[in-house]
């Protein structure tokens, strides 16, 4: 909870100290809506740039295939969007939902059935995605939020495992079952209005276009399709920034410390936890359209979208990158990718032991470690140290040092404990 | 991973028309210089290769999935250092594909596609591997065979028995030398009809997945035009482990034979839960693909179950192949091989002697290589790689299962008769071939 800014009644104010060094107004800066949009809109497209071509130089240099692959960003992207609204359950409203693989499932495969059966339209397949993941989350929030803890988690679950079991069996009329659906199955692939083709890359385009040949790297050379993902990335980025600072954002933050007393003030605690439910549920509906997106031609199942085992993957994707943060999910997003992608299929050199399936024994160890050693997560640990660096080179007054700690310290001051 | 800069640009530069140079270009790879347009992940740099091994190491299937990958490891062996088929076969020599060394890479299939999909991704397009093969759901086959066609690389199919596999889901960058589930049918159904009578009901059980639909489907259709009757029929869940109250369900009464459409894990629990339930004393039990690994474990409930295999080792006492095959393996790991190590071991070396015979790895070249190539070196008989469907056209061996007093020596199964090629086969336009549209090379012309 690192990013709060000062309150005051309900409205978030943005500091900005006219005096004071480049670190100062940085730090200012950093929870400016500007800010963060530009600051994702260049973290998402250097992405594919830093895991394909900068890590794979190590491919070269020693032989060890640390690079990512072309792919890997939209995947990343995809669970990334719905680890940021399931962020805004988890770190701020403190709901712990094991049932979100329930929610980017149906989304990914309502994208898909919509493409095959409608349109073959990516920007109509991510608004199915997203109304049917937000519809969904009604029924399944309103009654999983009249419980709380250990039973909201089991009811959501249990919500999740009915969905999982109708799309393998009874449903496979629907789903195609344990054969996979097939989303956007049009010759060619599916094209962005009409005529830009997904899967076309910028060289490709600017070949088409000036009969010239253009070369860059894999990273660099970003489709079509990891474009619209990442548009899609940076504007949920944004509108969850946005969120977290409204004065319902604040709310939000304030069920998840003490929810007796933000019922005391007089608020529908309920009304609030349901809504938080089914944002986190626009979010996951993203999420899920993209990833039937990025498996256009390819196979949707149900093992890896709605079986509850994705669902803790988010939990653990939060919980790695940093619950309560904005940018922590997403940072989890690319390690826990990462892991399950690229270190699964590393062979350690001189020898012929491949990581291979050990890989969720390594994701279970690095989680470990990030939790113990950074119980916010990654973007925690991460911003614990800028703050440090900030103490030592910012000239900033006491009063700016006093505002970034903790809001459990800052507020909790004469509990109830 | 060099390779690929410009994979994408041949992929969608087809409405580009770049027909110059492609016309007239035959002839060897020198050097690693290209000689057709990249593709895929052609041209192959250096001087090593990278194939794909994509087995199911966990899941229900993962016992065959470890056997294939024993018997890729042999064949990578065999390929670089020579010994085995490598050393009988005219296009094949020590020295690895067309002189590079092989290498290879391992990924989990997990035994569900969507895993499957995502190691074949990264092993294509992070390792660069020019083949990919293994796999033993069809419907991880067929995923990973889709995803084969989309990125211009060869997918040599391994154990896939399902019909769509090259019947309606085919495509032009796979490759399967199996039997499917109609040869199967079309073996099995007048064997049974002469073993147990006619007019009888039968009962059908199968994993509710492509494969297990495409055998329940091919299976009613065979025995029913033999004047059998289906009384009723019951998917389970592929991974399911106690197949009891599916048993319970069976019509006693009204059911002379039930077909046991299970495979890995699945078989080796649901043919001894069957003997459980005491069916086996009012019916007769039938697995249409007979799993020599789960008959292994469920070895005391086969006695006179019938089936059909790709392959049994004890073939080799006709076949030179098999024999060698079988003496690799035995040398190399102790025991005998099951047929999903044939088949690992046969779709590497049929790879590499078309790309021998292609002498390049331009996929297209390859492809056309393996279409309508006739061998009979695989362990299996005669056999064609059919250019229509891409599926081999092949004997179909119909076994039946040893009581535990007969077996002996890890021979567990006992051939009853060979059905062949003409009569399990079918016709360009007949079966699942008549759904089977190969889709494209990718070449630019």
């Known amino acids: 909870m690192s990013d709060d800014a000062e309150t005051d009644g309900g409205t978030a104010i943005e500091v900005t100290p006219e005096d004071g060094n480049l670190v100062d107004r940085l730090v200012a800066a950093k929870d400016g809506e500007r800010f963060v949009a530009v600051a994702a809109f260049v973290g998402v497209f250097a992405m594919p740039f830093v895991l394909i071509d900068v890590l794979g130089v190590f491919d070269t240099l020693i032989g060890l295939s640390l690079g990512g692959f072309v792919g890997l960003p939209t995947l990343i992207l995809s669970f990334g969007i719905v680890a940021v609204g399931y962020n805004l359950l988890l770190g701020y409203t403190g709901l712990l939902s094991f049932g979100h693989a329930a929610l980017f499932g149906s989304a990914a495969y309502a994208a898909g059935i919509f493409s095959n059966n409608v349109v073959a339209s990516p920007l109509l397949a991510v608004v199915v995605g997203i109304a049917v993941a937000t519809l969904l989350s009604w029924p399944i929030g309103f009654l999983s939020i009249r419980r709380s803890g250990v039973y909201f988690a089991v009811l959501t679950l249990t919500f999740g495992q009915m969905l999982y079991f109708y799309a393998f069996g009874p449903g496979s009329w629907l789903t195609n079952g344990d054969d996979g659906y097939t989303p956007f199955d049009v010759a060619g692939g599916p094209d962005l209005l009409g005529f830009l083709a997904m899967d076309a890359s910028i060289t490709t385009l600017f070949r088409d276009i000036t009969g010239l040949t253009l070369t860059l790297t894999d990273g660099l050379d970003m489709t079509v399709g990891y474009m619209l993902a990442g548009l899609v990335g940076v504007l949920a980025i944004v509108v969850a920034h946005r969120i977290i600072k409204s004065p319902y954002g604040l709310i939000l933050k304030a069920i998840g410390q003490n929810e007796q007393r933000v019922a005391f003030v007089g608020l529908n605690v309920f009304r609030y936890k349901l809504m938080a439910f089914i944002l986190s549920g626009v979010f996951a509906g993203a999420g899920g359209a993209l990833y039937a997106l990025s498996k256009a031609g390819l196979t949707v199942h149900p093992d890896a979208t709605l079986y509850w085992v994705v669902s803790g993957d988010f939990v653990i994707i939060t919980a790695v990158g940093g619950v309560g943060s904005l940018a922590g999910p997403l940072i989890g997003a690319v390690v826990f990718e990462y892991i399950r992608l690229v270190v699964q299929g590393i062979t350690v050199p001189g020898t012929e032991f491949q990581i291979g399936s050990l890989w969720r024994l390594l994701l279970g160890v690095v989680f470990v470690v990030v939790v113990t050693l950074f119980p916010d997560g990654i973007y925690g640990g991460l911003s614990s140290l800028g703050d440090r660096l900030v103490e030592r080179f910012g000239a900033a007054t006491d009063a700016d040092t006093d505002d970034r700690r903790p809001v459990e310290e800052v507020e909790e001051t004469g509990g109830d404990d | ?445």
């Open chain 2, 1 to 445: 991973m060099s390779q690929n800069i410009d994979r994408r640009d041949v992929l969608k530069g087809a409405g580009a028309a770049g027909i110059a140079g492609l016309a007239g270009c035959v002839g060897g790879e020198s050097g690693g210089d290209a000689e057709y347009p990249a593709i895929g992940n052609y041209p192959v740099e250096g001087d090593e290769v990278v194939l794909g091994f994509n087995v199911p190491q966990s899941g229900p299937y993962a016992s065959e999935g470890n056997d294939e990958l024993k018997a890729y490891n042999l064949a990578v062996e065999h390929l670089n250092n020579g010994g085995g088929w490598v050393d009988m076969w005219d296009d094949l020599s020590a020295g690895g594909i067309l002189d590079k060394t092989v290498i290879s890479v391992e990924g989990d299939t997990a035994t569900t596609p969507a895993t499957a999909e995502e190691s074949a991704t990264q092993m294509i397009r992070n390792d660069g591997a020019i083949m990919i093969t293994g796999g033993v759901s069809s419907s991880v086959a067929i995923s990973q065979q889709k995803l084969c066609q989309q990125e211009r690389v060869q997918f040599m199919s391994c154990l896939t028995h399902s019909n769509a596999t090259q019947g309606a889901d085919c495509v032009r960058y796979g490759q399967r030398e199996m039997h499917n589930a109609f040869m199967t049918g079309k073996a099995l159904a007048p064997i049974l009809v002469e073993e147990f009578g006619e007019d009888l009901n039968f009962y059908s059980m199968y994993a509710d997945y492509t494969w297990g639909t495409s055998n329940r489907n091919s299976m009613k259709r065979f025995l029913e035009d033999e004047g059998w009757t289906q009384t009723d029929e019951a998917p389970t869940p592929l991974g399911e482990s106690d197949f009891s109250p599916y048993m319970q369900d069976v019509p006693r009464e009204e059911t002379d034979v039930l077909l046991l459409i299970h495979f890995g894990a699945d078989a080796a629990n649901s043919i001894p839960a069957a003997f459980d339930a005491g069916l086996d004393e009012d019916m007769e039990i039938v697995v249409p693909l007979y799993d020599t690994i789960a008959a292994n474990s469920a070895s005391d409930d086969i006695g006179g179950v019938y089936g059909t295999v790709d392959w049994n080792w004890q073939l080799g006492e006709e076949d030179e192949f098999a024999q060698a095959f079988v003496d690799a393996y035995r040398e190399a790991e102790g025991g005998v091989p099951s047929y999903a190590a044939r088949l690992a071991y046969s779709a590497t070396m049929r790879y590499a002697a078309a790309v021998e015979r292609a002498e390049t790895f331009y996929p297209p070249e390859v492809i056309k290589q393996l279409e309508g190539h006739e061998y009979d070196n695989t362990g299996i008989g005669e056999a064609v790689s059919r250019g229509c469907d891409h599926q081999s056209q092949r004997d179909v061996f119909v076994v039946q299962g040893r009581e535990p007093s007969e077996q002996e020596d890890g021979a567990l199964l006992s051939l009853v008769g060979t059905t062949d090629k003409e009569t399990a086969g079918y016709a360009c336009d007949a079966g699942p071939a008549a759904n089977c549209e190969l889709g494209d090379y990718g070449e630019d012309s």
